[in-house]
């Protein structure tokens, strides 16, 4: 955990890459800003940053220029992996200029670069002075130069793993070089489209095979959710496939369930299982114990609803996450408005599906919930902020000098027969449980209407 200061005033980082100085107190630093890009993956600031331990100040440029990219002794363009040599220089993966830039650590100045199609990642190990590189599809061992800017000779090569097409674009690959064991061992990670953990160890200075890691490669489950009695507990598995383990028994049961891949799941009463689709034209459904559809009677006989609810959730705003069950068999669930990323509102239906009333006006797009208690209670976590300030004063000097842009004069009017209230895009409003008292901040002050 970096519990010092703030790097940088940008909170999307980019490829991060890092390496520890010579001295053990310097840290390294690319990728802790993305520079601007007309379309695909925004590249690397074309700079290197460090920081000093223990003080973990503000991250400043060591080397290149955050805004000008380039070549040359002065500039570099998306640089990613970084290596400390042990002897006093940075080796820096200059990707856009395709070569590794080798640089002073004592002052930065430039020494002289070696030419690299397109490098991620590199390392250097200390004993033998090879260079590692991570280019083309393959990690390469070259002999390194007496001097910075000679030409590297090939001393072995490892092809990796070729990935399904589907997943090579988005796929990122991660390397560790074992400096101390004795021959190299070779650590390469990959984020997705294969084994996540690798290793190669050399023989006779060539690359091994490249195996699998000792580790169990976890199954792919998500999406969990437990039971209003906590016996038990259930979870995604692949397309359509829930899997219930029963905590009393601990035997698991397995369900094929109608719906989407991104499909999210509640416990009813009774074992019933509610589901809400990811960007699906229509709203929750629900099943039996056993996996049997089990429409809501008060839509079974329309067409188009086909026995579920009419919340629509849109896959970018109005999340599939975004409701809950109590134990009675009603469902509470935020149902967005007629303006993309606006305002939304919290329903609440019966077992039959039939709507009882809205139980909550507004929230924003990005709040979480609703949540049901077991008394009945709902609760939302939104994004609340005091009159006049875009954060609590609790987190001045923790967070960075960005734009804050989710702001608007849009209003809003409230009414539920007896109470009427307006509200300011940039403020929150709720209703107690009882549905008698409007409270929330909004832009002038505290809100707080009968």
């Given at each position: 955990?970096?519990?010092?200061?703030?790097?940088?005033?940008?909170?999307?980082?980019?490829?991060?890459?890092?390496?520890?100085?010579?001295?053990?107190?310097?840290?390294?630093?690319?990728?802790?800003?993305?520079?601007p890009s007309a379309k695909g993956e925004r590249p690397n600031k074309p700079a290197v940053y460090k920081t000093v331990l223990p003080a973990r100040g503000?991250?400043?440029?060591?080397?290149?220029?955050?805004?000008?990219?380039?070549?040359?002794?002065?500039?570099?363009?998306?640089?990613?992996?970084?290596?400390?040599?042990?002897?006093?220089?940075?080796?820096?993966?200059?990707?856009?200029?395709?070569?590794?830039?080798?640089?002073?650590?004592?002052?930065?100045?430039?020494?002289?670069?070696?030419?690299?199609?397109?490098?991620?990642?590199?390392?250097?190990?200390?004993?033998?002075?090879?260079?590692?590189?991570?280019?083309?599809?393959?990690?390469?061992?070259?002999?390194?130069?007496?001097?910075?800017?000679?030409?590297?000779?090939?001393?072995?090569?490892?092809?990796?793993?070729?990935?399904?097409?589907?997943?090579?674009?988005?796929?990122?690959?991660?390397?560790?070089?074992?400096?101390?064991?004795?021959?190299?061992?070779?650590?390469?990670?990959?984020?997705?489209?294969?084994?996540?953990?690798?290793?190669?160890?050399?023989?006779?200075?060539?690359?091994?095979?490249?195996?699998?890691?000792?580790?169990?490669?976890?199954?792919?489950?998500?999406?969990?959710?437990?039971?209003?009695?906590?016996?038990?507990?259930?979870?995604?598995?692949?397309?359509?496939?829930?899997?219930?383990?029963?905590?009393?028994?601990?035997?698991?049961?397995?369900?094929?369930?109608?719906?989407?891949?991104?499909?999210?799941?509640?416990?009813?009463?009774?074992?019933?299982?509610?589901?809400?689709?990811?960007?699906?034209?229509?709203?929750?459904?629900?099943?039996?114990?056993?996996?049997?559809?089990?429409?809501?009677?008060?839509?079974?006989?329309?067409?188009?609803?086909?026995?579920?609810?009419?919340?629509?959730?849109?896959?970018?705003?109005?999340?599939?996450?975004?409701?809950?069950?109590?134990?009675?068999?009603?469902?509470?669930?935020?149902?967005?408005?007629?303006?993309?990323?606006?305002?939304?509102?919290?329903?609440?239906?019966?077992?039959?599906?039939?709507?009882?009333?809205?139980?909550?006006?507004?929230?924003?797009?990005?709040?979480?919930?609703?949540?049901?208690?077991?008394?009945?209670?709902?609760?939302?976590?939104?994004?609340?902020?005091?009159?006049?300030?875009?954060?609590?004063?609790?987190?001045?000097?923790?967070?960075?000098?960005?734009?804050?842009?989710?702001?608007?004069?849009?209003?809003?009017?409230?009414?539920?027969?007896?109470?009427?209230?307006?509200?300011?895009?940039?403020?929150?409003?709720?209703?107690?449980?009882?549905?008698?008292?409007?409270?929330?901040?909004?832009?002038?002050?505290?809100?707080?209407?009968?």
């Amino acid at each position: 955990t970096y519990a010092g200061a703030v790097l940088v005033d940008q909170t999307s980082p980019g490829r991060v890459f890092l390496a520890a100085g010579a001295d053990g107190k310097t840290i390294y630093m690319t990728g802790i800003e993305r520079g601007p890009s007309a379309k695909g993956e925004r590249p690397n600031k074309p700079a290197v940053y460090k920081t000093v331990l223990p003080a973990r100040g503000q991250a400043k440029v060591f080397f290149g220029h955050p805004r000008r990219a380039g070549d040359g002794d002065k500039r570099l363009n998306n640089p990613r992996g970084l290596a400390a040599d042990g002897k006093g220089n940075l080796l820096i993966a200059d990707h856009g200029n395709d070569r590794i830039a080798v640089v002073r650590e004592a002052d930065g100045k430039f020494l002289g670069a070696y030419a690299v199609p397109s490098p991620d990642w590199v390392d250097v190990h200390p004993a033998s002075g090879a260079i590692y590189v991570h280019t083309a599809g393959s990690v390469v061992k070259f002999a390194r130069p007496d001097k910075p800017g000679g030409e590297l000779r090939e001393l072995a090569r490892l092809k990796l793993p070729k990935l399904p097409q589907r997943e090579a674009a988005r796929a990122r690959w991660y390397f560790a070089l074992d400096r101390q064991a004795d021959p190299p061992v070779l650590w390469v990670g990959l984020s997705r489209g294969g084994t996540a953990l690798m290793r190669c160890r050399e023989v006779g200075g060539k690359f091994g095979p490249l195996t699998q890691a000792g580790y169990y490669a976890p199954k792919n489950f998500f999406n969990i959710a437990t039971s209003l009695d906590r016996n038990r507990v259930l979870c995604k598995h692949g397309y359509n496939v829930v899997e219930v383990l029963d905590e009393r028994t601990g035997k698991i049961g397995r369900l094929r369930l109608t719906g989407s891949p991104g499909q999210t799941y509640r416990f009813g009463p009774n074992g019933q299982l509610y589901g809400m689709d990811h960007a699906w034209p229509n709203g929750i459904r629900r099943w039996d114990a056993k996996g049997k559809s089990l429409p809501f009677a008060a839509t079974a006989a329309d067409p188009t609803l086909r026995g579920r609810l009419p919340n629509r959730p849109s896959g970018t705003t109005s999340w599939e996450r975004d409701f809950d069950v109590d134990r009675a068999g009603n469902v509470y669930v935020k149902i967005r408005g007629k303006r993309y990323h606006g305002r939304m509102r919290v329903d609440k239906y019966d077992r039959d599906g039939n709507f009882i009333q809205t139980l909550i006006w507004v929230v924003s797009d990005g709040a979480l919930g609703p949540r049901v208690g077991p008394r009945g209670n709902v609760y939302i976590a939104e994004c609340v902020k005091p009159p006049g300030k875009s954060y609590p004063d609790f987190f001045k000097g923790n967070l960075p000098k960005t734009k804050i842009d989710k702001r608007g004069d849009v209003a809003q009017q409230f009414n539920d027969g007896n109470t009427t209230g307006t509200s300011r895009e940039d403020s929150t409003l709720a209703w107690s449980n009882d549905n008698t008292h409007l409270v929330g901040l909004c832009a002038p002050g505290l809100l707080s209407q009968r």
